[in-house]
T-cell receptor
């Protein structure tokens, strides 16, 4: 069983569209994250979320919003997609009491045309 | 705020030789963890090795070892007996222990292993 799974793996869409990327973890972790990896391979944290607080990187446009229906899921919604949103998006999760538990999903390559 | 630095944008190594990838960090937190991840051209992030700040011994996982020098705030990755399949991007990451934390990643080092 995949520990942190993201869908879809690839997403091609037009500018202006609204899209979602789903993430699920079966590890029982407390906290989930979304990262954006740009064309220069830089991994930038976008959100960190557990059932107590949402931490938002202030540089993330408000077109991006995390939605967590339950502890095991953290979906990423993106409104009004722009060319610059093209990147690889990684979901991750961790257990608060165990800093070594951090686990990545396999990534979603988003291409905006 | 934590800062993590990988000063080598690219490294080359001959197959079967050892290579060291540098990573330094800056923190005032007493309890933290350091990670190394490998990202091959296929794109997934592969966990390699983890070192806790209170671990007495340097972490080792097969051909990977972490040269942890706490006073210098460095956590270099050593890959012994390089293989062609080791060619990839390597990321160092830092995370504070306890509560909700956000791991911070370095900018990565591209390693190319020559035959």
């Amino acid at each position: 069983d995949t520990a942190v799974s993201q869908t879809p793996k690839y997403l091609v869409t037009q500018m202006g569209n609204d899209k979602s990327i789903k993430c699920e973890q079966n590890l029982g972790h407390d906290t989930m994250y979304w990262y954006k990896q740009d064309s220069k391979k830089f991994l930038k944290i976008m959100f960190s979320y557990n059932n107590k607080e949402l931490i938002i990187n202030e540089t993330v446009p408000n077109r991006f919003s995390p939605k967590s229906p339950d502890k095991a899921h953290l979906n990423l919604h993106i409104n009004s997609l722009e060319l610059g949103d093209s990147a690889v998006y990684f979901c991750a999760s961790s257990q608060d009491s165990d800093v070594g538990s951090y686990t990545f999903g396999s990534g979603t390559r988003l291409t905006v045309v | 705020a934590q800062k993590i630095t990988q000063t080598q944008p690219g490294m080359f190594v001959q197959e079967k030789e050892a290579v060291t990838l540098d990573c330094t960090y800056d923190t005032s937190d007493p309890s933290y963890g350091l990670f190394w991840y490998k990202q091959p051209s296929s794109g997934e992030m592969i966990f390699l090795i983890y070192q806790g700040s209170y671990d007495q011994q340097n972490a080792t996982e097969g051909r990977y070892s972490l040269n942890f020098q706490k006073a210098r705030k460095s956590a270099n990755l050593v890959i012994s007996a390089s293989q062609l399949g080791d060619s990839a991007m390597y990321f160092c990451a830092f995370a504070r222990s306890g509560g909700s934390y956000i791991p911070t990643f370095g900018r990565g080092t591209s390693l190319i292993v020559h035959p």
